[in-house]
């Protein structure tokens, strides 16, 4: 069963877009779509544009799931699934 979050607890919580997992999105990677339709990993969580999020557990399949094709319905270049792999994860 999922645990039940608060109000408050919610408004920072983010869905993986692999797993689906509700988080915190402070530990998450948010990958971004900006206007342009140029995708980019967004490691400060500011860029504007679309946003996905993914976790530290699934940084490793992200680009087997094709979660980030599915949330911006385009092809993602092998790059930015790279970069997710490679990113430094603050514990
Ligand atoms: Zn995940």
Do not use: Q
């Not at 919610?10 to 915190?24: G, I």
């Not at 530990?27 to 500011?46: A, F, P, T, W, Y």
């Not at 699934?58 to 792999?85: D, G, H, M, N, Q």
């Amino acid at each position: 069963m999922p645990k039940v979050v608060s109000r408050s607890e919610r408004k920072f919580l983010r869905m993986c877009a692999v797993c689906r997992e509700m988080k915190d999105k402070s530990g998450l990677l948010r990958i971004v779509l900006n206007k342009d339709g140029e995708v980019s990993v967004d490691s400060k969580g500011k860029a504007a544009g679309r946003g996905a999020y993914i976790c530290p557990s699934c940084a490793a399949r992200a680009a087997k799931s094709k979660a980030l094709e599915r949330s911006f319905k385009r092809t993602i270049p092998a790059e930015i699934y790279r970069r997710v792999e490679e990113f430094k994860w603050m514990e």
